[in-house]
């Protein structure tokens, strides 16, 4: 391939599925170039399986879902390499060359093991997210999906960047894994989702603090883990509950927003 009097040598990741209609290349951080292709996108249908899954995205568990079996905690494997790239950063900011000096060679050293201790997270957590999208795709017909948008990135902790890096990816994922096998996914405005009822609807007067981890509705009396109720929300706004009942087929839409 060559562009721009560049010549490279493509070492194909996989076969491309049909013949692309444009190509982008770039190159990353490690000085490696990439090409990726685009290819119009073709449906492959899964069984159908009769049941349906909420998904709502948080900071103890990535995704907490409406199903026992489909949360997604935080990965310790990320953890551990999020803290590794934190102290790669530190060491490079601690070696940064003053204005108009030439970068020391332990600077260089400490911005390469950032770009690869980048790189790896990035990687990682892809690969969690596509392998757990694939398992939520495959068990369920219809996927509700909280909307989350990390407004706050810019003024928050490290710990809460790589949670939502983590959630945007995740998300992607699943919207993504979705659609490729022409599943119905439901995009859900996050608005309320832990002020609400997964069970009666009803809406509680008062936000929940953040520590309180249970949800009791003063209405219907439910009680249940805060982000399992929701989840249930979720569910219930994309239209496909009945509230209550786990895994059943979609009912009349309420108030869903289709993806
Ligand atoms: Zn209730």
Not at 27 to 33: E, M, T, V
Not at 39 to 59: F, K, S
Not at 77 to 82: E, L, N, P, S, V
Not at 216 to 232: E, I, L, Q, Y
Request: aromatic residues 6%; hydrophobic residues 35%.
């Amino acid at each position: 391939m060559s562009g721009r009097g560049i010549v490279l040598t493509v070492v194909w990741s996989r076969r491309l599925p049909d013949q692309p209609s444009s190509v982008r290349v770039y190159r990353d951080s490690l000085g490696h170039w990439y090409a990726s292709f685009v290819v119009p996108a073709r449906v492959e249908p899964l069984p159908e399986t009769g049941r349906v899954i909420g998904a709502d995205w948080g900071v103890k568990e990535i995704a907490t879902t409406s199903s026992d079996e489909h949360d997604l905690p935080h990965a310790e494997h990320g953890r551990k390499a999020a803290r590794r790239l934190a102290r790669y950063q530190r060491m490079m900011a601690r070696r940064r060359p003053a204005q108009g000096q030439k970068a020391s060679k332990g600077y260089l050293r400490a911005r390469k093991h950032v770009a690869r201790a980048h790189a790896k997270v990035v990687r990682q957590r892809q690969d969690t997210a596509r392998k757990w999208a694939k398992r939520v795709v495959r068990d369920h017909d219809a996927i509700a999906v909280e909307d989350f948008r990390p407004r706050f990135l810019a003024r928050t902790s490290m710990a809460r960047k790589a949670a939502d890096a983590a959630i945007g990816a995740t998300k992607h994922a699943l919207v993504e894994m979705g659609r490729k096998h022409g599943r119905d996914m439901r995009l859900v405005h996050p608005a309320h989702t832990t002020m609400d009822c997964g069970w009666c609807g009803a809406r509680a007067k008062h936000r929940l603090a953040l520590s309180e981890r249970t949800y009791t509705c003063t209405a219907c009396g439910v009680s249940r883990p805060r982000d399992k109720n929701s989840a249930h929300v979720v569910l219930v706004r994309a239209g496909l509950g009945p509230a209550g009942v786990e895994g059943t087929r979609p009912g009349r839409p309420r108030d869903a927003r289709a993806a």
